[in-house]
């Protein structure tokens, strides 16, 4: 049996990929699946290949996988996902290390075609695959050995991508917007909790699209309806949902579902109409201050987080303000940046007036500054409230580091917990908080 090791780079997405990866090769007789990649003789990196720094970040372990081979502990080294899928010829041509590349298509045969391949001699020709029309969709048949803690896991309903925005290489990369069936994702989740899921979180490129390809209308809310059903379920989370479809139907159906999280992800990414124009996307600023005003009233304690970009091509001094500005009447409770990446055969990339890196970066920590002065009076008023808590390590025979309803995993912030020493890691429990700083908590179980 030859030890292989999958090496996962990216978001969300890409880790439910890689953990079908993992599941494929840990169920054939001729792998070995093992988590330390100096101890392989095969290495397999899932890419991104998002933004600038996701490339350069995925070229860096590549790099760093390719010493094992050069030390001879691997025999053979492939790189899949989306860097494979932009950037495939020129990967093999540049880094000879490189056994094969093969690009986003079909995972059953990805690990089929690595399994073949790593049979013959390591002089064999280098495989090289391109699917140019991706129609793969995941199913709940396929196995997963999942990455992180047993209490949670993302849940992909769906694949690819049509919104298109002028900035974003996405469509190019995993093709148009594919749902899964409601009876296939519902299917996946009764199996994880069977397995000891309590928290899941829905993923795709576009959370609130979910349905309109398939059933010919959004189908959301109707998912959730079936996802609050399953024994063992405790929290359903929400992330990447776009504000042009975020129905007054899913405002319903948060406020009134417990097990869905009071938490919900809106990738706004500016606050200028001209910007959010030339970006491709399909909702104003009033549209989204509304959204937020409804959100907010029909739902009092929910955690609002949003991610934006600066420095896109064009943009002047006052639109970088009026962004500023919508950051500061919203006081959104957590908040991400990103300064614009181009990204080849993006029509942004095309465009005139193309920002200085530097003033794209300097923009980018303006407002990261500004969010934290922000985010910490936000954080201060939960203080003295009871919130719910996922239990995650236990620090100390007193002490737990948890996550609030708030918090996503590995990208919002903790809350440090103090009591209660009968129970367990994935327990979720009721704290009062105690104290807050700009990102986490402190509380007491109650």
């Known amino acids: 049996m030859k030890r292989v090791s999958v090496i996962n780079l990216g978001c969300p997405k890409n880790q439910v990929d890689s953990e079908v990866i993992s599941g494929l090769f ?14 392989a003789e095969i290495i397999v990196v899932n ?11 995925s070229l860096d372990v590549i790099f760093e996988m390719a010493e094992f081979k050069k030390e001879g502990k691997c025999e053979k080294l492939y790189v899949i996902g989306c860097l494979a899928q932009r950037y495939g010829k020129e990967l093999l041509k540049e880094i000879p290390e490189l056994d094969g590349v093969l690009g986003d298509g079909d995972l059953v045969k990805t690990v089929n075609l690595i399994t073949n391949h790593s049979d013959k001699n390591i002089n064999e020709k280098k495989i090289y695959t391109n699917k140019k029309v991706q129609d793969f969709i995941y199913s709940d048949e396929m196995p997963r ?3 992180g803690p047993k209490h949670f896991a993302y849940l992909k309903i769906a694949e690819g991508c049509d919104n298109c925005c002028s900035y974003c290489a996405i469509p190019l990369i995993k093709g148009r917007y594919r749902s899964r069936t409601i009876e296939s994702i519902v299917k996946e989740a009764r199996k994880l909790a069977l397995e000891g899921v ?13 349905g309109l390809d398939y059933y010919g209308e959004l189908r959301l809310a109707s998912l959730l309806r079936e996802l609050v059903k399953i024994e063992g379920l405790e929290w359903i989370r929400l992330l990447y949902c776009y504000p042009d479809v ?5 405002v319903e159906i948060m406020a009134s579902e417990s097990k869905i999280c009071k938490y919900v992800d809106l990738p706004l990414q500016h606050a200028d109409n001209q910007i959010l124009q030339k970006m491709n996307r399909r909702n104003t600023v009033e549209e989204a201050l509304a959204l937020i005003s409804n959100l907010r009233k029909a739902i009092p304690e929910i955690f609002i987080r949003s991610t934006f970009i600066t420095g896109f091509p064009g943009e002047t001094e006052q639109q970088f303000q009026n962004l500023l500005n919508f950051i500061r009447e919203t006081k959104l409770d957590r908040v991400g940046v990103f300064a614009y990446s181009e990204e080849d055969n993006t029509p942004a990339a095309k465009m005139p007036d193309q920002i200085p890196v530097s003033i794209r970066e300097k923009r980018k920590n303006m407002v990261m500054e500004l969010q934290a002065d922000l ?5 201060q008023k939960r203080v003295g409230k009871n919130i719910r808590a996922i239990l995650e390590e236990r620090i100390s025979d007193k002490v737990w580091l948890g996550r609030t309803e708030g ?5 919002d912030g903790q809350i440090f917990l103090e009591g209660a020493v009968n129970h367990t890691v994935g327990d979720i429990v009721t704290a009062r ?8 908590f402190e509380g007491r179980i109650l």
């Open 246 to 250: 975020f129905t007054d139907e899913m």
């Open 47 to 57: 890419t991104c290949g998002f933004i600038e720094d996701a490339k350069r970040e």
């Open 407 to 411: 918090d996503a995993p590995e990208i």
């Open 433 to 440: 908080i105690t104290k807050a700083d700009s990102y986490d």
């Open 375 to 379: 985010a910490y009076d936000i954080q």
């Open 198 to 210: 309590k928290e899941i979180a829905l993923v795709a490129q576009d959370t609130t699209r979910y």
């Open 145 to 147: 050995n999942r990455f």
């Open 26 to 39: 840990l169920f054939s007789s001729k792998f070995e699946l093992i988590s330390s990649p100096e101890d």
